[in-house]
């Protein structure tokens, strides 16, 4: 038996409503009605980054430090091109013209559940060789630090 949890078995949903402010918390986030987008073949990583900036002065070995602007993601995740309530939503989300935000769900096998909210763009139309599947990608931008839970 493994110790640790794959991806096998998680899904991924998008909300049709915008949410253009902050969500405040897991109930609030909980509380949203979400549509799953199925099959996501790759995702790419969540999470926050933040820029470390420095200042030099004359009379200082080494530079000042301190915390800058943290930038919650900009994952790409791809599916199988498949028509679904999901993708329909997906599609209208990313239209050039639509600049809000939506929330997000990502729910693994055992439970945990990962919330955020941003912008999507897209989709990216996949080619590759001749064995590949017909895909799609979008690009989300987290614009809120994830909320982690059950």
Known sequence: MADGITNFGGTF????????????????????VYTEVPNVGSFGDTGVSQNVVSYSTWDRNVAAKGKGEADAGSPTVEFLDVASA??????????????????????WPDGTIEYNRGIVTGPMRLKGGNEDFKRVSFNLGFSQVPILGP
Do not use: Q, R
């Open 86 to 107: 999901g993708m329909t939503i997906m599609e209208t989300n990313a239209a050039v013209d639509n600049a809000n935000s939506y929330a997000f769900k990502i729910e």
């Open 13 to 32: 949903a998008v909300t049709a409503i915008a949410a253009n402010t902050d969500v405040a918390d897991k109930a609030a986030y909980a509380a949203l």
